[in-house]
């Protein structure tokens, strides 16, 4: 049994926490959403050295020089149990301007084949709506982003890329994921962004972050050159 969001948060008798470290429990949830919620509340409480959200699941650390794994159980269980009902808070939304194709998306013809679908059609379908991001993980700033159209929905590739250049959008196993760095990785590239998705020099250095909704919009290699970071 999962961790369920309805009104007052509670985590029912029977849910999935699992010990995953000597000091790491790890709660089981239904949604990127409720994992961000779930998390944000333990942390905000103060009780644990750390809890960081998932697409689906919660880790919590806590001092296991000052409590065992048993006491553990048992105090995530009651802190869950306590939860304030949800709020609902104002969503961020950001557009991602993307040059699709070419050298800035070098498998996009390829998987435009696989799909039965025109380069002008998946790009309709891929900018056609907006998508939350689900959470930041891989390397700092890569945002995993849900919700993709079914009908583009392909696995990733089969050997994946020792390089990878940053801001290039991939789509994979029904999400879209946006590279912050240069790197490996296994999407298949459809585009790329010239937005600097991670600065490590910035007061806020990651442009998206979890709950954020995005919304990805088509632009030419000529305005790809102009927006890009000097």
Not at 181 to 192: D, Q
Request: some cysteine.
């Amino acid at each position: 049994m999962k961790f369920v969001p309805s009104g007052r948060e509670t985590l029912p008798p029977g849910a999935d926490i699992r010990p995953v470290g000597d000091d790491l429990l790890s709660i089981s949830v239904d949604d990127p959403q409720c994992a961000q919620a779930l998390a944000t509340e333990l942390r905000n409480s103060g009780d644990w050295c750390e809890a960081v959200a998932g697409i689906d699941s919660v880790v919590i650390q806590f001092d296991n020089a000052s409590i065992d794994l048993p006491t553990a159980l048992q105090r995530v269980r009651r802190a869950v149990d306590e939860l304030p009902p949800a709020t609902q808070t104002q969503t961020t939304s950001v557009e991602i301007p993307v040059c699709y194709g070419g050298d800035y998306g070098p498998d996009l013809d390829a998987v435009c084949e696989q799909l039965a679908l025109s380069p002008v059609e998946f790009i309709a379908r891929h900018t056609g709506t907006d998508y939350p991001v689900e959470m930041l993980g891989f390397v700092p700033g890569f945002a995993y982003i849900g919700g993709l159209d079914a009908a583009l929905n392909v696995p990733r590739r089969s050997k994946p890329r020792l390089r990878v250049a940053a801001g290039s959008v991939g789509i994979a196993d029904g999400r879209t994921g946006l590279y912050s760095l240069p790197g490996p990785g296994g999407w298949l590239l459809v585009g790329r962004t010239p937005e600097m998705l991670f600065d490590v020099n910035a007061s806020t250095p990651f442009l998206l972050g979890p709950g954020m909704r995005v919304r990805f919009r088509a632009i030419s290699a000529g305005e790809f050159d102009r927006l890009r970071p000097a």
